[in-house]
C-alpha cells in the first residue's frame, strides 16, 4: 500500500449543521494529524473513531436537525411514521433498522423486497399523492432536492415536517448517512455504515485515462454532468467525464457525443432502459468507443447501497478496459 493511500472522504469535508451534529467520532487531534500520517496511523483514527462511537451514549431528545436546505426542524422524539419519497432512503431507512417506522413508500422504492409489503403506496418520486401524504399523518417526511419537485416539498412542509438531502459527492454521502441516522435516533448503527463504505472506498482501484460518457437518457440524450453524485464517483474511479464541464444533466446531440469523443460509453440502467439495440446505435456512430451497460443503483443511490457499490466498481473496472464495441 503506497503512503497515505488510505482516506477519508469526510475529514475536512463534513456536511452536518455544527449544532446537529451527531458525531464522526474523530477528534480535532485526528484531523488536524491526518495530512501528515502513514496508512497505519490513518487506519488507527478511522479505527479508534469507530470504537468511540460504539461507546457513545446516545444524544437526548429533543433533537435539532437541518436539512440540506438549511430548514431547522426540532423532533420530539425519534420518529414512528415516516414517509420515503427517495428509493435511496427508503433503503437506507431499512439498514438502520427503522423499516418498521415506514409507513408510505413511491412505486420506484423497491429496495429492499419487503419495502412496499403493507405500506402505502404515494405515487412516484415526482408526482407524489399529496392528499394520501397528509393521510397517513407522518411525522416525518425524507425528500431530495434532485428527485423531488420544489413545490411538492413545500406543499408537504405545510401540514408534515420535512427533512431534504442533496447529495453530490461521496463526503456529502457520508454526512447524509449520519444526519438521517441522527435524525432517526440510530445515529451508532448510521455511523458504523458510513465508516463502513468509507473504509470500502479507501482502497478502490482505478482505471487512469479513459475519456468516459454516462448517458442516462435517450431521445434526446442525456449525460451525467459536472457537479453530480455520478461524476463524483466516475472521478474516484479514475475516469475522465467528457462532460464534466456541462452543469447537471445536459441534453445532447448526436453531434456533441461525436465532438466529445468519448473512448467508453456507459449506459445506465436507470431512469432510461438501454437495451444493446441502443449500444449498437452508438457503436455505429463512435466506433471508437467502448460501451458497456452498467447499474444505475451503485452509481447514483447514495446511502447504504454504496456497501455494495464498492465491491460491484472492483469487479466493473476490468471490463471498462478493454478494445471499440458493445459488451452486453
Not at 438502520?96 to 404515494?122: D, W
Not at 417526511?141 to 420544489?150: H, I, P, T, Y
Not at 440524450?221 to 467528457?242: P, Y
Request: glycine fraction near 8%; proline fraction near 8%; include cysteine.
Amino acid at each position: 500500500m503506497k503512503p497515505h493511500e488510505v482516506s477519508s472522504a469526510c475529514i475536512g469535508a463534513c456536511e452536518v449543521a455544527a449544532d446537529a451534529c451527531s458525531g464522526c467520532g474523530r477528534q480535532l487531534d485526528d484531523i488536524a494529524a491526518w495530512p501528515a500520517a502513514d496508512d497505519g496511523q490513518r487506519l488507527g483514527i478511522l479505527l479508534q473513531a469507530a470504537r468511540r462511537l460504539a461507546d457513545r451514549a446516545p444524544r437526548p431528545w429533543p433533537r435539532r436537525v437541518r436539512d440540506a436546505l438549511g430548514n431547522e426542524l426540532l423532533l420530539d422524539a425519534p420518529p414512528q411514521r415516516i414517509v420515503s419519497l427517495v428509493p435511496s432512503q427508503t433503503e437506507l431507512l431499512f439498514d438502520l433498522g427503522a423499516g418498521e417506522r415506514l409507513v408510505g413508500v413511491t412505486k420506484f422504492c423497491v429496495h429492499p423486497q419487503e419495502a412496499r409489503s403493507g405500506r402505502c403506496h404515494i405515487g412516484g418520486t415526482k408526482t407524489p399523492d399529496i392528499d394520501r401524504i397528509r393521510a397517513l399523518e407522518p411525522d416525518l417526511v425524507l425528500a431530495n432536492r434532485e428527485e423531488n419537485r420544489a413545490l411538492d416539498i413545500a406543499t408537504i412542509g405545510a401540514f408534515a415536517p420535512v427533512y431534504v438531502t442533496d447529495v453530490n459527492s461521496l463526503p456529502q454521502a457520508l454526512a447524509m448517512t449520519r444526519a438521517v441516522g441522527f435524525a432517526l435516533g440510530a445515529e451508532a448503527r448510521a455511523a458504523r455504515i458510513a465508516a463502513d463504505i468509507e473504509s470500502a472506498f479507501a482502497d478502490l482501484p482505478r482505471l487512469e485515462g479513459r475519456r468516459c460518457a454516462y448517458l442516462i437518457w435517450r431521445q434526446p440524450w442525456m449525460a451525467a454532468g459536472g457537479g453530480t453524485f455520478i461524476d463524483d464517483l466516475l472521478q474516484r474511479l479514475g475516469l475522465l467525464n467528457v462532460f464534466g464541464d456541462r452543469p447537471r444533466y445536459p441534453l445532447l446531440t448526436a453531434a456533441d457525443l461525436a465532438a466529445a469523443a468519448p473512448d467508453l460509453i456507459l449506459l445506465s440502467s436507470e431512469p432510461y432502459p438501454f437495451k444493446p439495440a441502443h449500444g449498437a446505435e452508438l457503436s455505429a456512430a463512435l466506433p471508437q468507443a467502448r460501451i458497456v451497460p452498467v447499474d444505475g443503483e451503485m452509481f447514483c443511490w447514495p446511502g447504504s447501497r454504496l456497501l455494495a457499490a464498492a465491491g460491484y466498481f472492483r469487479a466493473l473496472l476490468p471490463k471498462l478496459g478493454g478494445a471499440p464495441g458493445v459488451v452486453w
